[in-house]
């Protein structure tokens, strides 16, 4: 079965941080296109951190840029997402995705990477981040 798992999620003050894992089954994630993805209420789901699955260049919007790192461990087929300095706009579940294909880590943050937006081969099942004092 070739799935996706995220866990980490929580409730975090202001300025506080949280580091998200996804674990990969069934299949080898170091290939992979990776993501980290969030939807809040209302608001459409946009893509905060990216890599390549061929260069391994990485992509931030400005809203986390230097706040959020992605990162993974191919040893455990494993990826993460460390969020520092939180925000409440941060506020949001929290999704990671894989992908075979090779846009470039702007285009598969932004749901482009194929031709159906934001149609990508591995989704997990989504964890809650809520930050609030």
């Known amino acids: 079965q070739l799935k996706l798992e995220e866990s980490g999620g929580g409730v975090v003050q202001p300025g506080g941080s949280l580091r998200l894992s996804c674990a990969a089954s069934g299949f080898i994630l170091d290939s992979y296109s990776v993501g980290w993805f969030r939807q809040a209420p209302g608001k459409e789901r946009e893509g905060v951190s990216c890599?390549?699955?061929?260069?391994?260049?990485?992509y931030y919007p400005e809203s986390v840029k230097g706040r959020f790192t992605i990162s993974r461990d191919n040893a455990k087929n494993t990826m993460y997402l460390q969020m520092n300095s939180l925000k409440p706009e941060d506020t949001a579940v929290y999704y990671c995705?894989?992908?075979?294909?090779?846009?470039?880590?702007?285009?598969?943050?932004?749901?482009?990477?194929?031709?159906?937006?934001?149609?990508?081969?591995?989704w997990g099942q989504g964890t809650q981040v809520t930050v609030s004092s």
């Open positions: 890599i390549d699955g061929g260069s391994g260049d990485t």
């Open positions: 995705a894989a992908d075979s294909s090779r846009a470039g880590p702007g285009l598969f943050c932004a749901g482009y990477a194929r031709s159906g937006v934001f149609d990508y081969e591995h």
